[in-house]
C-alpha cells in the first residue's frame, strides 16, 4: 500500500497535488474520471485516493463503489461525505501538507483496521511518517524497515543519542505480524544493575528486601510483541549472559522462582555505543553481540541529513497543532541557518529548539535574529537600534574610546591621536573616517587581506566590510 491515486480531470489541480505529494515522498499515480473505475480495480493495494469533488454525482457513486479505499475529497464540498464510512474528509485549495499529512494518517489507519489480511505488509504507518526525509540516509533506514519487519530476526539499531532509535523500532514492530502485540520498551542504562534482572524477568514474592508480592517482568509483558532493549551497551555483564540464555533457549525463571516460562518475543536492541570497541575493551559480550546483531540498521545522525530540517520542522509544527499547542513557523533565513547547525542533540535537540520557539514566539514566523545565538549562521541582519541618530554615535565613540584606551587614559598602538581633544578643535567627521580607514587597514593586513576574517575580528558582517571598502577605496596594493 505505497501508491496514492489522484483522480482529476483538472490538470491545474492534479499537478499541485503530485508536486505536495512528491515533497513528501509519496509515490502517486493520476486518472481521469473516464478511466478511474477500471485503474482503481487494477490497484486494489492503493493506500489511499484523492477525488476532485468538482462533479459531486461522479465523485459519490465512485466512493460508494469502493468501500474498503479510503478517500479524501479535494476541492468541494460533498452533501453526503458524512454518509461514507470511507469518506477520510475534505482539502480545500490551497492544500497545506500538514493538513493532507493527517487525512493520510487517516487513511492508513482505515486501510490497516479493514484490511487485516495486509498487515504484516503495510507499507508505511503512521508511525513511518515520523521518519520524514528525502536524504539517502533516511531513505536507506525506511528501505531497511520495510526488509526486515516481516521477518523474526533481531534487529540492533545503531547512532548517536537522539536520532530516533526508538521510533526505527517502534515502526518495525508496528510493521511486523507482531502489530497487535505489545512493544515494551527498557531503558537498560536508566535501571540500576541489581534492579534490571527483577526489571526484565520478574519476581516472586519474598525473593528478595521489598518483594512483597509477584511481578511480572518485562518479557512477560512483551509476550507475542516486541521487546526493545534502549542504551544494551550500558547493560552490566552478569546480566549479559542472561539475556544470552533466553535468546538462544527462549526460556527464564522470575528473580526466587523455579518455574521456567517459555517467552515468545521479538528482540530489538539499541545502542549509541560502539559495541566492537567494549568486546576488546571486555566490557561486552562477543556471543551476545552476534546474537543482536542479526541485522543491523544504522540511525543516521541530523548533521548529515539536514535537507530534511525543513521537512522535520514541518512535522514537528505539525504535531504541536495536533496536540492544541502553539504553531510555530521559520522564515527562509531562518531555515538556511538551522540547515548550518551540527545538531549534537540531533533530532531530539531540534524537537526541543521548536518547542521553546513555538512557547517564544507563538504568533510570529521566526526569524534568524529570533534563534538563540549558538543557532545564528552566516550575514546575520543587525536588529534595528530604537536610539536615535544621535544617540548611536555617542553610543559608538564611547564603545571605540573605552576599546582603545589604555589604562592611562591614552590610546593604545592601532589609535592616532590622543583622546584629549586640541585646543583648536577637531574635524570630527575626519577624524572618525580617518580612524575606520585605519582599524579597517590593519584588520585586513593582518588577516592576510581575507575579507570574511577582518569582518570577524572588526565586529561586522563581511557585506558591509565590502561596502566600507568600496567607499574608502581600500584596496590591496
Known amino acids: 500500500m505505497k501508491e496514492i491515486l489522484i483522480i482529476s480531470d483538472n490538470e491545474v489541480r492534479k499537478n499541485n497535488l503530485n508536486v505536495i505529494l512528491t515533497f513528501m515522498g509519496e509515490a502517486c499515480s493520476h486518472s481521469e474520471y473516464n478511466h478511474c473505475l477500471k485503474t482503481i480495480e487494477s490497484k486494489p493495494n492503493l493506500l489511499a485516493v484523492l477525488i476532485d469533488g468538482e462533479v459531486p454525482e461522479l465523485a459519490e457513486d465512485v466512493i460508494e463503489k469502493f468501500q474498503s479505499i479510503p478517500f479524501v475529497n479535494i476541492g468541494f464540498q460533498l452533501s453526503a461525505e458524512t454518509s461514507f464510512k470511507n469518506m477520510m474528509g475534505s482539502l480545500f485549495e490551497p492544500v497545506t501538507m500538514p493538513a493532507l499529512t493527517e487525512l493520510l494518517n487517516k487513511c492508513q489507519d482505515f486501510r490497516r483496521l479493514n484490511t487485516p489480511s495486509l498487515g504484516s505488509t503495510s ?21 531497511l524497515i520495510e526488509q526486515v519487519a516481516p521477518t523474526e530476526a533481531n534487529v540492533l539499531i545503531l547512532g548517536e543519542s537522539g536520532t530516533g532509535k526508538e521510533v526505527i523500532a517502534r515502526n518495525i514492530h508496528y510493521m511486523s505480524k507482531r502489530q497487535k502485540g505489545p512493544f515494551i520498551p527498557v531503558n537498560c542504562g536508566a535501571i540500576p544493575g541489581e534492579l534490571l534482572e527483577s526489571e526484565l524477568f520478574g519476581h516472586e514474592k519474598g525473593a528478595f528486601t521489598g518483594a512483597i508480592g509477584s511481578r511480572k517482568g518485562r518479557f512477560e509483558l512483551a509476550e507475542g510483541g516486541t521487546l526493545f532493549l534502549d542504551e544494551i551497551g550500558d547493560m552490566p555483564l552478569q546480566m549479559q549472559v542472561k539475556l544470552l540464555r533466553v535468546l538462544q533457549e527462549r526460556i527464564f525463571e522470575r528473580v526466587g522462582g523455579t518455574k521456567t516460562m517459555k517467552c515468545d518475543v521479538r528482540i530489538v536492541a539499541a545502542t549509541h555505543r560502539h559495541l566492537e570497541t567494549m568486546i576488546n575493551d571486555g566490557k561486552f559480550r562477543e556471543d551476545l553481540y552476534y546474537r543482536l546483531n542479526v541485522f543491523p540498521i544504522e540511525s543516521p545522525a541530523l548533521r548529515e541529513r539536514g535537507q530534511d530540517i525543513p521537512l522535520l520542522l514541518q512535522e514537528l509544527a505539525h504535531r504541536l497543532e495536533n496536540d492544541n499547542e502553539n504553531i510555530v513557523r521559520f522564515n527562509d533565513e531562518a531555515l538556511r541557518s538551522l ?139
Not at 507499507?123 to 521518519?131: A, D, N, Q
Request: hydrophobic share 35%; no cysteine; charged share 25%.
Open 339 to 477: 540547515m548550518a547547525h551540527q545538531w549534537p542533540g540531533n533530532v531530539r535537540e531540534l524537537s526541543n529548539l521548536v518547542e521553546r520557539l513555538a512557547i517564544l514566539y507563538p504568533t510570529k514566523v521566526v526569524g534568524v535574529n529570533d534563534l538563540p545565538v549558538k543557532y545564528q549562521y552566516g550575514d546575520i541582519p543587525k536588529p534595528v537600534s530604537s536610539l536615535s541618530e544621535e544617540q548611536q554615535e555617542r553610543e559608538a565613540l564611547n564603545e571605540l574610546f573605552v576599546s582603545q584606551q589604555d589604562p592611562e587614559g591614552e590610546l593604545s598602538q592601532s589609535g592616532m591621536l590622543s583622546t584629549a581633544l586640541p585646543s583648536d578643535g577637531v574635524n570630527l567627521k575626519e577624524y572618525l573616517s580617518d580612524l575606520e580607514i585605519n582599524l579597517i587597514t590593519q584588520a585586513l593586513e593582518q588577516q592576510d587581506w581575507v575579507v570574511a576574517r577582518a569582518a570577524d575580528q572588526l565586529g561586522m558582517r563581511r557585506t558591509t566590510l565590502v561596502e566600507k571598502m568600496r567607499k574608502y577605496e581600500i584596496s590591496r596594493q
Open 123 to 143: 507499507g508505511k504507518t503512521r508511525l513511518f511518517r515520523s521518519l520524514v526525509g528525502n536524504s539517502d540516509g533516511i531513505k536507506e533506514v525506511r528501505a
